[in-house]
């Protein structure tokens, strides 16, 4: 019987959805990190749950010849990456078993995922990065906690963030600038948030606990010497006490508070808050996809839910008759437009403001019978109301982007009864060396 401080031997079958390995203790799953598929451990209880356990490798028996030794020097403390100990061949097998498992357990499919795209750079491809700041910190959160590792570089970004990094906490030591201190709610530096494109600009947002900042000359200037090639710099204030990181007042101090962008030919501008995909090559993987999926001829009608600025939209657009995209964010749906406008898609597409569920109800009401429906929910799914709408509407094709495989298998489950089957599944790998991973799913009507 498992006991928590006991050492048992095990044999390590696969992979959990945050990247532990797993392993079969006396008839229970063993969530055992750093551990990989294979291997032969003796493995230290930390904790017993009600129908699981968590472990560490107190003596490796038998390594796999998968294992590598870490090339961060910080991985272990930070939660950012969860598969550096692995090679990147491991880490994307992991990847689609994860994905391959979960339609088949929780959504009952029983087709395989045959591919998963690998990313050609696994260095350096965020082109977002939001850094938590504590006093004397300025990194990430350790794995599981909100304590701050302070961080000098990050394989995961452009060294252009990392330059920023250093001035920032520079001139919070040189100007005695305090921190935010999310337990007290005082203290006025909360977050770095950075975002980078592919011509090499980088754009600078300071999160603060207060409409200014002090020597904010001062902050610019060092931002400026730190990286030649910064577009501007933003204060977002944020007084409120929550997990949200940016808040809903931006104000330039410096340069312009927007960034372009190429995806998939078409040209984005995003600011601060605007949602894009942080590696743009898988993107364009995705999308490529996704567009596959679809199977336009350049007659269809496609609504797509979770539009967002815009990208899928009018990749879509390019193929399509009309494409109709949904989006709950006002700001969002503007984007779009204005990215729809710029594009030279206006005429081919339509943005609507408001609740996925509502708006696909209000869409079905007006009579529209689109071919091709398109979803990129965030992460908890769509809601049963959605699904059941999407059913009602009867599209020919269901193309169904998705950041986490347990609620897209849920849901594939929820489009079964409904006369849809799982026909296609092929993951990407947005995020090398973290246990995140993106999925392309096509569900036609018929099962066939």
């Given at each position: 019987m498992l006991k928590e401080g006991a050492v048992f031997p095990a044999v390590i079958e696969g992979y959990a959805s945050g990247g532990e390995g797993v392993a079969r203790i006396d008839g229970v799953a063993v969530f055992v990190k750093g551990a990989l598929r294979g291997e032969?451990?003796?493995?230290?209880i930390e904790h017993v749950g009600r129908s699981a356990a968590w472990g560490r490798i107190e003596k490796l028996l038998e390594p796999s010849p998968a294992r590598i030794q870490p090339d961060c020097p910080y991985y272990g403390r930070c939660g950012g990456c969860q598969f550096r100990h692995m090679t990147y061949a491991e880490e994307l097998e992991a990847k689609r078993q994860r994905v391959e498992d979960a339609l088949r357990r929780i959504g009952?499919?029983?087709?395989?995922?045959?591919?998963?795209?690998?990313?050609?750079?696994?260095?350096?491809?965020?082109?977002?990065?939001?850094?938590?700041?504590?006093?004397?910190?300025?990194?990430?959160?350790?794995?599981?906690?909100?304590?701050?590792?302070?961080?000098?570089?990050?394989?995961?970004?452009?060294?252009?963030?990392t330059a920023c990094r250093a001035a920032v906490k520079g001139w919070m030591e040189r100007f005695h600038v305090p921190a935010y201190d999310e337990r007290t709610g005082k203290g006025l530096v909360r977050h770095l948030f950075l975002r980078t494109n592919s011509a090499g600009e980088a754009l600078c947002c300071v999160v603060a606990n207060g409409k200014s900042l002090p020597h904010e000359k001062e902050l610019v200037d060092v931002l400026q010497a730190a990286a030649p090639s910064l577009a501007g710099v933003v204060l977002s204030v944020n007084t409120r006490k929550t997990n949200v990181i940016l808040g809903q007042e931006f104000r330039t101090l410096w340069g312009r508070d927007w960034l372009e962008e190429t995806l998939c030919g078409h040209v984005f501008r995003l600011s601060v808050p605007s949602f894009f995909q942080v590696n743009r090559a898988q993107t364009e993987v995705l999308y490529g996809?996704?567009?596959?999926?679809?199977?336009?001829?350049?007659?269809?009608?496609?609504?797509?839910?979770?539009?967002?600025?815009?990208?899928?939209?009018l990749t879509l657009a390019e193929r399509a008759g009309q494409v109709i995209g949904v989006e709950v964010v006002p700001q969002a749906v503007a984007d779009a437009r204005e990215n729809a406008r710029r594009n030279g898609l206006e005429g081919r597409t339509r943005f609507v403001c408001g609740d996925a569920a509502e708006l696909a109800a209000s869409l079905e009401a007006e009579g529209v019978r689109p071919d091709v429906v398109v979803v990129d929910p965030p992460r908890k799914g769509l809601a049963p109301a959605v699904v059941d709408?999407?059913?009602?509407?009867?599209?020919?094709?269901?193309?169904?982007?998705?950041?986490?495989?347990?609620?897209?298998?849920?849901?594939?489950?929820?489009?079964t009864p409904l006369g849809y089957g799982l026909a296609q599944a092929e993951a990407v790998d947005l995020f090398p060396r973290t246990a995140h991973v993106e999925t392309a799913a096509l569900l036609v009507r018929g099962n066939g």
């Open positions: 032969r451990a003796d493995v230290f009952g499919a029983e087709i395989g995922v045959p591919v998963i795209y690998g990313a050609k750079n696994t260095l350096r491809y965020r082109n977002k990065v939001q850094f938590p700041v504590a006093q004397g910190a300025v990194g990430y959160y350790r794995g599981g906690t909100h304590q701050v590792v302070d961080i000098a570089d990050c394989l995961l970004q452009p060294e252009a963030d996809r996704a567009l596959e999926f679809a199977a336009l001829t350049g007659r269809e009608t496609v609504v797509e839910l979770y539009c967002g600025i815009g990208t899928i939209s709408t999407i059913a009602r509407m009867a599209p020919r094709r269901v193309v169904y982007v998705s950041c986490d495989p347990a609620t897209l298998a849920r849901d594939v489950g929820r489009f």
